[in-house]
């Protein structure tokens, strides 16, 4: 008989996927953006920004774009420090979970976001996060220090966002083992289609034409991209490598759930769903140009 279970690779990546959207609806939510903005703070950069690097503290902008990774370092700066002098940190923090809170009530519906359902896929979601080991992923280790939210709904949202944040930073060493910087790999993912349109990747992470441009010149002398600007089976493969050492750096949460993790990625990935079709994110940021 042929053991077709799934790899503990596999099922790292399927359950990062299935819980993306529950993480990452907050940076799209206008919720949010009018909750920092009460607090004075610039929409757009200044609020990604200091949205998401809150809790580590009031950390500098090295700080911020080297755990960020594909931003424009000069972009965080415009920014960072100057939003901790207008919002402080925690103040950022409940922003961001009150913002999440009216978001989702507003594209689940009470109902849902209230429901047995969402209860206990918070229950495993937040099994699997205690078993994130914070040990150099610093990005993931400011959000661990917050405390837990007691609604379902914003327990399951900020589980999704340490197990996000967790991959995310093991992803970071996976990308700077296959020696890729933080544009490098931004270059190579949109080439491949799979990520932001270049159009879109460009300007949410403010890098210049001339940056994309050397980004590129630099890929194409490793042979990861041809002459057109397309990822090359080379490419294709440094991006494969990557993304499997990612999912073995990250398989340790979803391992304590044995057998329960496919409760947990069915579930995720429903609620994923009416988030999607409630227009959590916008369509036409990904694939190509």
Not at 13 to 38: D, G, K, M, N, V
Not at 182 to 189: E, F, K, W, Y
Request: with cysteine.
């Amino acid at each position: 008989m042929t053991d077709t279970a799934p790899s503990t690779s596999e099922t790292a990546r399927r359950a990062a996927q299935s819980l993306e959207l529950l993480h990452a609806f907050i940076y799209f939510a206008p919720e949010a953006e009018e909750r920092f903005a009460a607090l004075g703070l610039d929409r757009g950069r200044m609020a990604y920004y200091a949205g998401r690097a809150a809790p580590m503290g009031a950390v500098s902008a090295g700080v911020v774009a080297a755990t960020f990774y594909n931003f424009n370092p000069e972009s965080v700066a415009r920014s960072i420090p100057r939003a901790w002098s207008i919002a402080a940190p925690q103040d950022i923090v409940e922003a961001r979970l009150q913002a999440a809170d009216e978001a989702l009530r507003r594209m689940l519906g009470d109902e849902t976001a209230t429901s047995a359902e969402v209860a206990a896929t918070a229950e495993l979601a937040a099994e699997a996060a205690a078993a994130c080991d914070p040990a150099g992923k610093p990005l993931h280790a400011g959000h661990a220090d917050l405390p837990w939210p007691q609604e379902p709904h914003l327990k399951l949202w900020h589980a999704a966002t340490l197990l996000r944040e967790f991959r995310g930073d093991a992803h970071i060493a996976a990308l700077q083992d296959a020696e890729l910087s933080g544009l490098q790999a931004l270059v190579l993912h949109s080439a491949s289609g799979q990520g932001f349109k270049q159009s879109a990747a460009r300007s949410l992470r403010e890098w210049s034409q001339q940056q994309w441009a050397a980004a590129e010149g630099e890929l194409r002398e490793r042979d990861l991209l041809d002459a057109e600007g397309e990822i090359t089976a080379a490419g294709t493969k440094l991006r494969e490598d990557v993304e499997s050492r990612t999912d073995a750096m990250s398989a340790a949460p979803w391992q304590v759930l044995g057998d329960r993790v496919e409760q947990l990625i069915d579930s995720g990935r429903g609620l994923v769903r009416a988030l999607a079709k409630a227009g959590a994110a916008p369509r036409d940021l990904f694939g190509r140009d």
